[in-house]
């Protein structure tokens, strides 16, 4: 009206106020009327229209919008951008927090748009959370570049994921370059710490770093107890453990499962079985919902002092769960061998071929001894191929020891039995030993191993012909 000429400046007033209104059809409708009063956007009437459908998480909107900001050659604000990135991530949209922000480093030298601390905070987190460690520490490297010092939560997830990487030696970089700025550790990052050492067993620094934490004053939950007992019962402070477990008992913080299981696990690593099982009880007194983790401890708890029928209950609570894993039912299975019950052996290894449950080294070496003690000259023949047609990695000497077991139980079978059952015997069941020699021989020193263990059978009167494409032959 009157002399009044349209203003880029009034209207991104007007769209700034829609915006804080949640008005966003009134705030598109201004940014039209702005193009067809012929006033063209500038960068930041642009995003503060970026910035409306970010509050609003109308992000198929925004990022339409600014896919048509940048053909118009518009580079947004870095106050815009963040707002964007903080949008996406909040609603777990990690991939598109990445794709915006190689936008922003491909923006950065010809607009001048440059990150701050918060950009690269929220694009740290959202690599972390993809799970992408060397793109995080890439933008890590561009942020000491800028004289940036990260946050405690910044270098705790860089921490954290470094340590599920394995990368030892770059997590204690982080910690120290962190310490190194004043910054105090939060008991998560000090949890990731601990953990790295209790897997790696180096416990002198766990400890070290305990003590820290308490000249520190990090508040110590029960996570991070939880690893200290478990520490302590690895290196034999038993009476430590003990007395840390009742420091959590009365300050009213254990109700982690993994507590009562690592309390658990040092009472068994000192044989002292009647007081893991004591301590299993307290946590079902307290309702604290079993999982597969704590069966599995009970089970071994049970197998320890021998009580099929307890552990066989278990195990049958394990099985609700779904299948169990090899190391609960190697630890089942050895039990039975070791108390002479091979009829409940021969009858489990039926069932978990049925369920199809895969062997792992130490299972395959036990099934094959129950086959062998029990004459199951066929199912072991058969699980030998199934092991070596699966790819089952094994030591040498879990080799020979198969081999040994599988030859002498043959050669016993098979003077039990006619002529033509044993030329069909040797049909049977060369083909799958001379498979296992063959993986014996690929590995290394495995053809003077191979030669050992034939000469000694050859001694031991077995009347057993190997031979396979490496030319070994007895």
């Known amino acids: 009206q009157l002399c009044y000429e349209p203003s880029v400046v009034a209207y991104t007033i007007l769209l700034r106020a829609y915006g804080n209104a949640s008005k966003i059809e009134l705030a598109e409708e201004a940014f039209l009327e702005m193009l067809e009063a012929g006033v063209e956007p500038d960068a930041v009437a642009c995003g503060t229209l970026l910035c409306v459908y970010a509050r609003r998480g109308r992000h198929g909107d925004m990022m339409l919008f600014y896919a048509a900001t940048r ?39 010809a607009n001048n748009v440059v990150p701050n601390h918060f950009t690269y905070t929220v694009v740290i987190g959202s690599f972390v959370k993809a799970g992408l460690l060397e793109e995080a520490m890439d933008v890590l ?72 934490m308490e000249r520190s004053r990090v508040v110590i939950d029960e996570v991070i107890y939880g690893i200290l007992i478990r520490i302590y019962g690895k290196i034999g402070l038993y009476d430590d453990a003990q007395r840390t477990f009742e420091e959590i008992v009365s300050a009213g913080l254990l109700s982690d499962e993994q507590t009562y299981v690592a309390m658990a696990q040092v009472h068994m690593n000192a044989r002292n079985y009647d007081k893991a099982l004591q301590v ?33 209950d278990v195990f049958r609570a394990l099985c609700k769960y779904g299948l169990p894993d090899v190391f609960c039912c190697n630890d089942l299975l050895r039990l039975y ?34 086959c062998c003690k029990s ?32 030859a002498r139980n043959r050669t016993s079978v098979m003077q039990e039995q006619d002529s033509s059952s044993k030329a069909l015997a040797c049909q049977t069941d060369s083909s799958a030993l001379n498979a296992t020699l063959k993986s014996l021989l690929d590995t290394p020193g495995g053809s003077s191993i191979a030669c050992q263990l034939i000469r000694k059978l050859a001694r031991e009167g077995e009347e057993t012909r190997y031979h396979t494409d490496h030319g070994v032959h007895a």
């Open 71 to 109: 053909r118009r050659g518009v580079a947004p604000p870095v106050s815009a951008f963040n707002f964007m990135l903080s949008s996406l991530q909040k609603h777990r949209l990690h991939g598109k927090v990445i794709h915006l922000w190689k936008h922003m480093m491909e923006m950065e030298e």
């Open 375 to 406: 004459g199951m000259i066929t199912d072991a023949d058969k699980i030998l191929k199934e092991m070596n047609n699966g790819g089952v990695t094994m030591k040498s000497s879990t080799m020979v020891s198969i081999i040994e077991m599988y």
């Open 141 to 212: 490297g561009k942020m000491r570049a800028s004289r940036l010092v990260p946050e405690e939560a910044t270098y705790s997830c860089l921490i954290s994921l470094s340590s599920r990487h394995g990368r030892g030696e770059q997590v204690v970089m982080l910690y120290e370059e962190m310490r190194a700025h004043g910054i105090v550790p939060s008991n998560y990052t000090c949890a990731s710490l601990l953990a790295l050492y209790d897997k790696s067993e180096d416990y002198s620094k766990a400890l070290s770093l305990f003590s820290e």
């Open 280 to 312: 299993l009880g307290l946590m079902r007194s307290r309702n604290v919902k079993p999982s597969k983790f704590s069966y599995g401890a009970l089970l071994r708890c049970h197998v320890a002092r021998e009580d099929i029928a307890a552990a066989e």
């Open 337 to 370: 061998v070791k108390l002479g019950q091979l009829e409940k052996a021969s009858a489990f290894i039926l069932k978990m071929r049925k369920e199809d449950i895969q062997l792992d080294e130490a299972l395959c070496m036990t099934v094959m001894e129950v």
